[in-house]
């Protein structure tokens, strides 16, 4: 591993310890540590840092506001937020992923507590130490125009008209302005229903759907079990549960899976394309953002045998290309495109088009 150096933010002492001492049993060169975001900034401004730890909630300063800094002057720097797992800071935590953290940490407490945070760390210190740390700029300015997309892989003989019944989207690290913007980016009056799963801390979900619905104006809400798929609606996976979707007649439902672990996630992308491919086969989209891990990979290849176009964020737009790469990897990705223009190429595969069926 290369020399990486990190800057631990918290006002508490004990936990800038602890935080010190986990970094460094994760293979983290240098560990310097800060009480308040003033004596930050000074650290900032006159050392080399690879890795800076907030705690969202400091005195003096929001750790949001000390984010908002460090990614205006420092984008070079991998921004960590580690805090606590209360109902007060979790509006403030989804706030800062969409500033551009790279990832959520919640204080772990009890006997593990030290393996805990370590495990939570670890996946940002290897993104770390396998790139430079930049985490891509995403603004919602202008998209550009872009050739049309390939058509949807074809199945058999007969040709049959057909409708995109749902599009499925699935993103973990650095996910949450990715999928801003993609949501942002739909036409008014776009109606396909949109099943969205992100990795993120279960007490997180309901404020990024909240937070969603009131950035784009959308009808965005956390997945209801039993609730009927209706057009023009926007559906997040619950926390602690993975997103499925069944079909009861000519109506699709959405479901609650309390199943195991998927990648070490719940909820996980590869349940809900499953559920997806088997239930609208070629009528569907897939849709992977940025990630680390392979989740959505083995997902997107039940998409695509069954009809399904699939798309992924190019590499230069993403924060970590695990789980986009994945997918590439696997021959599952039909389309391959910056964030700015997944929207228009969904768009694009959503209008009413042709299959083939088997006989």
Known sequence: MSVLRA??????ATYRRILDQSLRRLGVTEVSLAGDTS???????????DIITIDVVLRGESGLDLLKWVRANYPRVTAILVTSGSQAQASSAVDGLLLGAAALIIKPSGP????????????SIAVV???????????TGSIPRVAAPPPPRIMARDLVPCTREVIAVGSST?????????????????????????????LH????????????????AVAEHGERVV?????????????????????????????????????????????????????????????????????????????APVLVQDKASSVVWGMPGAVVAKGAADVVAPIGELAQRVVSLSTTFSITRTA
């Open 7 to 12: 800057l631990v933010v918290d006002d508490d």
């Open 39 to 49: 004596l930050a900034r000074g650290k900032l401004e006159r050392e080399p840092f």
């Open 112 to 123: 593990d507590a030290s393996a805990r945070l370590d495990a939570a760390l670890k996946d």
């Open 129 to 139: 130490a396998r790139t430079t740390g930049t985490i891509p700029r995403i603004t």
């Open 174 to 202: 650095g996910g949450p302005p990715a999928v801003l913007l993609f949501l942002s980016s739909l036409p008014p009056g776009f109606r396909t229903p949109i099943l969205l799963t992100q990795h993120m801390p279960a």
């Open 205 to 220: 979900v309901p404020h990024f759907a909240a937070l969603l619905r009131d950035r784009t104006g959308l009808a965005v």
């Open 231 to 307: 057009p023009g609606r926007i559906y997040v996976a619950p926390g602690g549960a993975h997103l499925r979707v069944s079909r009861q007649g000519a109506q699709l439902v959405l479901l609650h899976d309390d199943g195991p672990e998927e990648h070490f996630c719940k909820p996980a992308v590869d349940p809900m394309f499953r559920s997806v491919a088997t239930a609208c086969g070629a009528a569907s989209i897939g849709v992977v953002l940025t990630g680390m891990g392979s989740d959505g990979a083995l997902g997107a290849m039940s998409l695509r045998e069954r009809g």
